[in-house]
Structure formats: C-alpha cells, structure tokens
C-alpha cells in the first residue's frame, strides 16, 4: 500500500503489514514519517494512492458503516467547550444514533474506566487539567466500545509522569476489553511499555523497516519500567529509530 | 484566577472616556465664547443642553420610533443572516456565486437606493426597518458564513468516524462553533442598524407627528436649529451605544460558555 500527496510527494511507501484481532500493536518512528497518515488510512478517513487496506475484510469506510466500531483519539482532547464532560463522552452514542436510555449507563462505565467521578460529568471541559481532558477523550472512544481503537499521540503533550500513569490505565483498560489497539508514537518507552508488537517506520516516504515483538505479560505493572530486558529493547529501539531518522 | 473587582474595573473603564468629555465640552465653551460664534454655526454647549431638556418628550418619542424600526431590522438580519450563512456552509457552488452580491448590498451607497426602497415598500416603518436591514446584514453574514466553515478538521474527522449525517455535522458542530462569529457579526450589526434606520428617516416619515431621530436631524438642519440637532445627534449617539452595549452584554454571556476566563470577541 502506498500514499502520495501529488506526484512528487509521497507520504508511504510499500507498507505491508497484519494487524490482529484483540492485539495491541504500537507505531515507532520519526516525526513526520507517515505514521499518523497511516492510522487515518486505516480509519478510512483516506484513501491509498495505490494498494489495498482491509478491515475485517473490508474497506475502512464499509467495515465503519457495517458493524465494525472504530474510535480514533487524536494528539489534542478535541473536546466540544460547549458541551459538559457527560455530553462530549455522549457525542458519539448520539451520532450513531444509540437509543438514549442506554446512554447513562454507558456513560457512567466509561467515566468509571477512566478514574472519572459523576462530579467531574457536569463540569465544562475548560474546567479540567491537560491529563484530565485526554481522559475525557479517551472516554468518547471507549464509550462506544470499539472493535479497533486506533490512537494518535494521545499522550504527547502531557508530562512524564501523567504519561506513565496514563500508559499504565491505557493497557489496563486494554487488558479487560481487548479491543484492537493501533498507537502512534514517537516515544520509545511507551511503545514498549504498551504493545505487544511494535513496528518501527523510517523517514518519509515512510516504510515498515522492522518488527520488535514485546514479550512481557500483562497486568504491565510500574516495575516494568526498571526491568532490564525493558531497557535492552528500549536501547535497541532507540537505535533503530536513530537509524530511521537518519 | 481573576481578582481584579468587577465594579472597580467598570469605574476604571468608565472614568477615563467621562474624564475626556469634560475637557472637551470646557473647551467647546471657550470656543464659542472666545471666537463669538453664531448659535446657527455652533451652539454653546448649555444650548444644547437646554435643547436636550426642552425637546426630551420628542427626543424619547423619536428614540422609540427608531428604536424599534433598528430592532426590526436587526433582528430581521441576524435571522436572514445567519439563514444565508447556513446556506452558503453548504454548497461552495452557491457562495461563490451569492457571495460577491452581498459585498455588493454592502458597498452600494445607501442613499442612491433609499428612493427605490420607498417606491417598493412604500412610505413607512416597513421603508426604514429595510434600509436598516440591508445596512446590517453582511457583518453577521460574513462572520457566519466563516464561522461555520471554519472548522478544526479533527473534529470533522470525529464525527465522520462516527458516521455523523450531514444534518448532524451542521447542527451539533458547525452551528455551535459559529455561534462566536455571529455574535461578533451581531456586535457590529447593532450600530450599523441604527446608523441604518437613522438614514432611513432621512427619506421616509412614519406619517404627520410620528417621527424617529433621522427625521428630527434632517429638519432641525433645514432650519438652522443647530442646538436641536445637537440634542438629536446626541441621543442617537447615546442610544447606539446603549444598544451596542446591550448587544455585547447578551453574547458575553452567551460566550462564558464557549470560552475560558474573561471573554473577548474574536475578530
């Protein structure tokens, strides 16, 4: 498969990879290498210049319209400031056009998922923090309880230790619903502290150049972070990202 | 966290612009005295308040014909306004062909169509509330149009991922995001519908004893009462900037809710 903006300018280029039911796989590379190109493909929010991209064996657009639930988080919470936190979360249950009384009920189970209190429902998005509004984010996506949870950077502009905290929610959340996670990121450790694979892309025209399989087990707990088998594939990583962005 | 006292910050924004008004009215009197100027060229400002004081029952009458002629015809443009704007959101085919006649509406002299206008609504309210509404229809129009078309395009992506109709994208996105611009639009609209109804009454009378502040600056003019159209111009001055005012309290209000803190308009 293979994406160009104009002729002159390809984006990807030879990307050949599976992506399995209920697996969680993490996107590594440089900036700009078309990994965030590559996951709105998968979206079907575009379409490859050449090539094919399948979602349960069908195009991205048909497998979202038929029953394949698809949730994308973006790198900003992208919340709605005139709309409350229960209301944001309930945006996509009322475009898909859910009946209303199951909304509460799902609502309240993903406020619960993301350590959320019926208190912090009512408030307007402004009132929360940077690591609060992400999780109001990730709640839109998980309400509606995606087959495949494709995710861009969420956690980019937020500092060390939310991130982590956060990485550790995100797989916990994973763990109890196994949705297909696709996770776009630039930073090592939150690859493998996530994935069970990650596959690692160079600079544009962004290519796959190689595949790391992560061979902890989950609950992925804190400690991981100063195993050294985590930090031996953090190094390796690390190197080939050095090589990527070369 | 906002600590500044709201009434101390009232008096702060209000002190300063009295302040320069005193000065000038001191040296409006020097003038007068100083040059001995013909009350017919530029009264004293006593005169003038005298006028106010003598003619405040007209004045007022005038006020609320006016008034309520700049509220038809504001009131006329944020609905047709903001109708056109949804329009034009929808189809690029339509703006580029609409848009370029409502930059015409905008910049064509009021007052070489004034006369058309009453040949076609006839001599009347329903003349001045409609040159009013030509004068204050584009702001909100152009803040609209831009508002609903200015969409972040992550947020459209959300709501194609969720299969959102067209119908939902328009009502549930690009409306609540434009509601910013086209109350900005509708900041300005509100002087510009005075102005308009103002004007208005320069050609058209509501009928004998019934008439707005344009009519009563127009007459004044012809004769020679120089301090009363002082005291008319005054007041529709006045009045302009209350409903301004007025305008801009509603989409304060309404814009707490789009917006942190203290809220400034865009635009």
Redesign the interface.
């Known amino acids: 498969m293979a994406v160009s903006f104009g002729p002159s300018r390809p984006v990807l280029k030879e990307i050949t990879c599976d992506i399995h039911e209920g697996e969680f796989v993490s996107l590594l590379g440089p900036s700009g290498c078309g990994k965030s190109t590559l996951l ?1 493909l998968v ?1 079907g ?1 575009i379409s490859p210049t050449s090539g094919q991209l399948t979602l349960a064996g069908l195009s991205p657009v048909a497998a ?2 038929g029953d394949q639930r ?3 988080v ?1 790198q ?1 919470p ?1 919340l ?3 709309r409350s936190v229960a209301d944001n979360i309930r ?2 249950l ?3 056009g859910l009946p209303r009384r199951e909304h509460a009920e799902r609502i309240e189970s993903s406020l619960k998922l993301i350590g959320l209190t019926a208190d912090d429902s009512q408030k ?1 998005p ?1 009132s929360l923090s940077g690591g609060m509004r992400m999780r109001v984010s990730l709640a839109r996506a998980l309400v ?1 309880q995606p087959d495949l949870l494709l995710l861009d950077e969420p956690f980019a502009a937020l500092d060390d230790v939310l991130r982590q905290q956060l990485n550790e929610e995100l797989a916990q959340i994973w763990m109890q619903h196994h949705w297909t996670g696709l996770f776009v990121t630039h930073n090592v450790a939150e690859a493998v502290f996530l994935s069970q694979r990650v596959l690692v892309m160079n600079k544009r025209p962004g290519t796959i150049i190689a595949e790391i399989k992560i061979p902890f087990s989950y609950p992925r707990k804190p400690e991981l972070r100063a195993d050294p088998d985590f930090a031996r594939l953090c190094g390796e990583l690390s190197q080939q990202l050095r090589e990527a962005a070369r | 966290m906002n600590t500044t006292n709201p009434g101390r910050k009232f008096l702060e924004s209000i002190v300063p612009p009295l302040l320069l008004f005193a000065v000038v009215v001191v040296v409006w009197h020097a003038c007068v005295l100083g040059f001995h100027l013909k009350p017919y060229v530029l009264p004293a400002p006593l005169a003038v308040a005298k006028a106010l004081v003598n003619d405040r029952a007209i004045l007022v009458r005038a006020v609320g014909y006016t008034g309520s002629a700049a509220l038809c015809g504001f009131s006329a443009s944020l609905l047709i306004g903001t109708a056109i704007a949804f329009v034009f959101s929808q189809s690029r085919i339509i703006r580029s062909c609409g848009y370029p006649y409502f930059i015409f509406l905008q910049t064509v002299p009021i007052v070489a169509i004034a006369p058309l206008i009453v040949r076609w609504c006839g001599n009347g309210f329903q003349s001045v509330a409609f040159v009013s509404l030509i004068l204050s229809l584009f702001p909100i129009l152009s803040n609209g149009t831009q508002g609903l078309l200015e969409i ?1 395009p ?2 459209l ?8 109709s067209r119908w ?1 994208i328009l009502t ?2 690009r409306f ?1 995001s434009a ?1 910013p611009g086209i109350l900005a639009g509708a900041r300005t609209s509100s002087g510009l519908a005075v102005v308009g109804a103002i004007v208005g009454e320069f050609f058209v009378g509501y009928g004998s004893k019934r008439f707005g502040l344009g009519y009563l600056i127009n007459t004044t003019n012809d004769q020679l009462q120089i301090d009363r159209l002082f005291a008319a111009v005054f007041t529709s001055t006045l009045f302009g900037i209350a409903i301004f005012g007025l305008v801009n309290l509603i989409s304060v209000t309404i814009l707490r ?4 803190g203290p809220v400034e308009h865009r635009n």
Do not use: G, I, M
Request: charged letters at 35%; glycine letters at 0%.
């Open positions: 709105r979206a929010l979202r319209r698809v949730a994308f973006f900003e992208n709605l400031p005139w945006l996509p009322e475009l898909r307007p402004r509606t | 972040d992550d947020l992506d959300l709501f194609r991922l969720n299969n959102a939902q549930k996105l609540p509601v809710r789009w917006y942190d």
